[in-house]
């Protein structure tokens, strides 16, 4: 009986120490990523809901849309840092110059935001 209890209070520090060991992982994961998010204004300067945003992964060419909700806001998370990437903002007869990410911007949290113009 003493050895089963002895089995059981192994078998419980060693799932606590996989738990540890993955929920460091985890974080670690999170730490190699970073975030791209801003503001779609308008020519005017006034915030746009409802413009999409495409996020251009320029290795993969593997593009992310988001649509701007409340105040113009977008944003995009876990993004790597060793690629380099290119924002866009379009709306209705609308769209800004295409932004670039560069993977020498080391901020984890990069802000930027894009104005629309007349496209013609």
Do not use: H, W
Not at 22 to 27: E, L, P, V
Not at 62 to 73: D, H, M, W, Y
Not at 98 to 120: G, M, P, W
């Amino acid at each position: 009986m003493r050895k089963f209890r002895y089995f059981l209070a192994f078998l419980a520090a060693l799932s606590l120490c996989v738990e540890e060991g993955a929920a460091q992982r985890n974080k670690n994961q999170d730490s190699n990523t970073r975030s791209v998010e801003g503001v779609v204004e308008d020519p005017r300067g006034l915030p746009v809901v409802g413009a999409v945003v495409q996020l251009k992964n320029t290795k993969t060419l593997q593009v992310r849309s988001f649509i701007t909700q409340k105040e113009g806001r977008y944003y995009f998370y876990g993004l790597s840092p060793d690629v380099e990437y290119e924002l866009r903002a379009e709306y209705k007869d609308l769209a800004s110059p295409v932004r670039r990410l560069s993977v020498f911007d080391t901020r984890r949290k990069v802000v930027i935001n894009l104005r629309l113009a007349s496209q013609n």
